[in-house]
């Protein structure tokens, strides 16, 4: 058997209140890319059961891009080190009570987009993380400084392609 070449998922994080697609499915080793497109926003790792909290362990946090611009748009690239569900949000204020949440590997059944939507409009608050972590921020130029290395498995991400 042949191991299949990973691939880059491009998720676009705004400019409303959404990441788009807001569910995609990866495999271990593929690349998510967030651009940040229009107003103030981040992608904070979550759990299904804590919506708009950032995870206890592991996971991944951006840092808030503010009005990038489409002509060199910045990208927070994570790579994948699980098919488990990987359940995210935006902690901008109000953002993620809003809809603004997203889902890589969505479970079969039950623990739906839906509904982790529906837990997020009645949350509380939103938790963001002290710095960046998880990822490494890319520039338009695809320049890319690495963040600290704690992915969604505890390992660094790459920081050269």
Excluded at 22 to 44: L, P, Y
Excluded at 100 to 124: D, F, L, R
Excluded at 127 to 132: D, H, K, L
Aim: hydrophobic share 30%; aromatic share 8%; charged share 10%.
């Amino acid at each position: 058997s042949t191991l299949a070449a990973a691939k880059t998922i491009t998720i676009q994080v705004g400019p409303s209140l959404s990441y788009s697609p807001e569910s995609t499915t990866a495999a271990v080793g593929d690349t998510i890319d967030f651009v940040f497109k229009g107003r103030t926003h981040d992608v904070v790792q979550g759990a299904f059961d804590r919506p708009c909290q950032a995870v206890n362990q592991g996971g991944f946090y951006s840092g808030f891009f503010q009005d990038a611009s489409s002509s060199a748009p910045k990208t927070f690239r994570v790579t994948v080190n699980s098919t488990d569900p990987i359940w995210y949000y935006c902690s901008a204020t109000q953002h993620c009570q809003g809809g603004m949440v997203g889902v890589i590997n969505p479970p079969a059944s039950g623990n739906t987009i839906a509904a982790y939507k529906s837990a997020a409009e009645k949350s509380s608050g939103s938790g963001t993380p002290a710095a960046v972590f998880g990822g490494t921020v890319v520039n338009g130029s695809g320049g890319g400084s690495s963040a600290s290395p704690s992915g969604t498995s505890g390992s660094p991400a790459p920081s050269g392609t």
